[in-house]
């Protein structure tokens, strides 16, 4: 059990464009989920909180405007990333709190690979 | 806020040798650590954790150690196998619905068999 999903897995795109992730909880329901960034042979480091039914919060330097994150379910939050830049390539990666486990208790997905030519 | 570091950034092991890796954590209020296992193209995997109500907690190979007056956490790793070879990651964070993991760096280790 406690399986997060994200899709797509990797992704190319092409500078300009917006490009959405998906983050599943997909045999729990998740309260909290989390978004990070992972740059090469560096550590995670967090964007933003999605709280299901309210608004993200980001951490200090991350455009909100940029990194649009909707959590519009208990299973489901997404990100997208308006207007790529080759600077916004990175591994992105989510994780989840299940519902009712302890608060502490976080499940990542597999992240997502993205490049932007 | 929270600050995490963590030594070596790499470790290189002989096959059946031991592995250990440590951090340190700046706000005593945290009170969950857990250590994560990440291999190329991944997302990190919880390997280990530990709570502050406890010193020591151990998990076949695996053990952490931690002691919370001097605020550091060490991850054990004994009779490395080369499928041990990852990016290892100490996280810690305040028990608290909302509240997400501040990582170490980071350890590269390799084990050569």
């Known amino acids: 059990g406690a399986v997060v999903s994200q899709h797509p897995s990797w992704v190319i795109c092409k500078s300009g464009t917006s490009v959405k992730i998906e983050c599943r909880s997909l045999?729990?329901?998740?309260?909290?989920m989390f978004w990070y960034r992972q740059f090469p042979k560096q550590s995670l480091m967090l964007m933003a909180t999605s709280n299901e039914g309210s608004k993200a919060t980001y951490e200090q330097g991350v455009e909100k405007d940029k990194f649009l994150i909707n959590h519009a379910s208990l299973t489901l939050s997404t990100l997208t990333v308006t207007s790529a830049h080759p600077e916004d390539s990175s591994f992105y990666i989510c994780?989840?709190?299940?519902?009712?486990?302890?608060?502490?208790?976080?499940?990542f997905g597999p992240g997502t690979r993205l490049t932007v030519l | 806020g929270e600050n995490v570091e963590q030594h070596p950034s790499t470790l290189s092991v002989q096959e059946g040798d031991s592995a250990v890796i440590k951090c340190t954590y700046s706000d005593s209020a945290s009170n969950y650590f857990p250590w994560y296992k990440q291999e190329l193209g991944k997302g990190p995997q919880l390997i280990i954790d530990i709570r502050s109500n406890v010193g020591e907690k151990k998990d076949q190979r695996i053990a952490v150690t931690l002691n919370k007056t001097a605020k550091h956490f060490s991850l054990h790793i004994t009779e490395t196998q080369p499928e041990d070879s990852a990016v290892y990651f100490c996280a810690a964070s305040i028990t608290q619905a909302g509240t997400a993991l501040i990582f170490g760096k980071g350890t590269t280790l390799s084990v050569s068999s």
């Open positions: 994780s989840a709190v299940r519902l009712a486990a302890p608060s502490d208790e976080q499940f």
């Open positions: 045999d729990f329901q998740a309260t909290t």
